[in-house]
């Protein structure tokens, strides 16, 4: 039969089709898998605190703008977290993991960064090591 489905067609991108498992079991073998061997160090408490607070004061209308991490042309790893309105402009909050510090961009600036790759999180994660800068993975 056709249309109406009891089930709410979705369709999955290359981040989205990531999170697909066939378990529950099977997702919580990924999750340690991914934490045991990851580049990407966390979230920290302050910040899931940070991140919650900004998304409860004001709703960002651009939610796909949140889905990627995006690279910086040194290197950095920028994700984004919230979206705030400035005067007519929207600003988009992120969060720096390597730095454990925090930008604002203006939201056409940022979506002009390139999506980061597993690759950029690795070499950003190396070169952490490499200075000494690298903050410890979130418990």
């Avoid at 899931?48 to 290197?75: C, I, N, W």
């Avoid at 999506?115 to 999180?121: F, G």
């Avoid at 070169?127 to 000494?132: A, C, D, F, P, W």
């Amino acid at each position: 039969m056709g249309p109406p489905y009891i089930t709410e067609e979705v369709v999955f991108d290359e981040k989205e089709i990531r999170r697909c498992f066939l378990s529950t079991e099977e997702a919580i073998a990924e999750a340690v898998l991914e934490r045991e061997s990851g580049a990407y160090p966390g979230y920290p408490t302050e910040f899931v605190k940070r991140m919650t607070e900004a998304q409860r004061s004001q709703r960002y209308p651009h939610e796909g703008v949140l889905r990627f991490d995006r690279r910086r042309s040194d290197g950095e790893i920028l994700h984004p977290y919230a979206g705030r309105k400035e005067a007519e402009a929207w600003v988009v909050e992120v969060y720096l993991p390597f730095r454990d510090a925090y930008e604002s961009w203006a939201e056409e600036d940022f979506v002009a960064l390139p999506r980061a790759t597993e690759q950029d999180i690795r070499r950003r994660a190396d070169e952490s090591k490499r200075t000494g800068a690298v903050r410890p993975p979130s418990a």
